[in-house]
């Protein structure tokens, strides 16, 4: 029976309590939150502190689910247990601080969209692709950027909270430094330092180039979708609300459930010593996407307009 301890117990550690809940040789040994907003568990032990919760529950796998200001750290002190760490969220948005320290090994970073259909494949064998669409389309109300959203150094832009999943994913396909950035950051609504719409184009040391169209404005249906072009001419759709489909059909798409059990399943697989999946990060993988969204925030240029001017 692998134990698991959830640190975070939020809008994300919910999602990730209810798919936890169930699995077959797993157990939930705690939860580690000073105010959780989820209904716990009938004799699930409810921490005050990660800490506190660490040294009582002796998990195998801990899960981190809380925001990226506090995340590193819980990630950091729960590996140094001998735990496996998943983290799903960039664990921070400081390039920086990702220079590696002993028990980063153990911890993993997987967006759950990248355990979806066939990317497990395109991972372990990558194509040559010479240009990489990364498409966002969804609507944030004013609501959703409460609390620690609100504020850049505590969340990051629509690249590290809303796109990162197709970015993060082309840059592990692309190789080479970022050798120029064509950006523009649009703020129409106000939202605090949230921004509505991000427009960019990254040309890469290595010949190829990404392409960013990303909003939370979008009155639209919502999508996440990520296009490669390949040098033999060939286009590859990675496809869903949130990339959920993978290179399959819409649907037939697994739930977000099935993805993060399949997230579960591979961290605790390599924590055992095996392979580990093609699907996971390691936390120096991730300062690479960290940095890129870094030189495109530097290097746009901000445009603040009326809402009725950019609908």
Request: aromatic fraction near 4%.
């Amino acid at each position: 029976m692998k134990r698991v301890l959830l640190i975070g117990a939020g809008e994300v550690g919910a999602k990730h309590l209810a798919a936890l809940s169930g699995i077959p040789g797993v157990l939930v040994v705690g939860v580690a939150d000073p105010a959780p907003c989820v209904d716990v568990p009938r004799g699930v032990p409810v921490f005050a502190s990660w800490r506190s919760a660490l040294s009582a529950a002796t998990p195998d796998l801990v899960v981190v689910a809380t925001p990226p200001g506090t995340a590193l750290a819980a990630a950091r002190e729960a590996a140094q247990t001998g735990a496996a760490v998943l983290v799903e969220k960039p664990c921070t948005t400081e390039p920086a601080a990702l220079v590696p320290q002993p028990g980063d090994g153990r911890i993993f970073v997987a967006f759950q969209p990248h355990f979806a259909p066939g990317l497990n494949a395109l991972l372990a064998m990558p194509p040559a692709v010479t240009r990489a669409d990364v498409l966002l389309t969804v609507h944030r109300d004013p609501g959703y950027f409460r609390g620690w959203r609100r504020t850049y150094a505590d969340a990051g832009g629509i690249l590290h909270q809303q796109a990162i999943h197709g970015l993060a994913l082309a840059l592990r396909l692309l190789p080479g430094d970022v050798e120029m950035v064509n950006a523009t950051v649009t703020h129409s609504r106000g939202l605090a330092e949230t921004e509505d719409h991000v427009i960019a184009v990254l040309a890469l040391s290595g010949g190829a180039t990404v392409q960013i169209n990303a909003r939370v404005d979008h009155p639209g249906p919502p999508a996440h979708e990520l296009i490669l072009h390949l040098t033999d001419g060939r286009r590859l759709h990675v496809r869903g609300r949130n990339l959920e489909a993978g290179l399959g059909e819409i649907a037939a798409a697994p739930t977000h459930e099935e993805l993060r059990r399949a997230m579960y399943a591979a961290a605790l697989n390599a924590a055992e010593g095996h392979p580990a999946h093609p699907c996971l990060f390691s936390m120096t993988a991730l300062r690479r996407p960290l940095e890129v969204i870094d030189r495109v925030y530097r290097d746009a240029r901000v445009v603040r307009a009326a809402y009725a001017a950019a609908a």
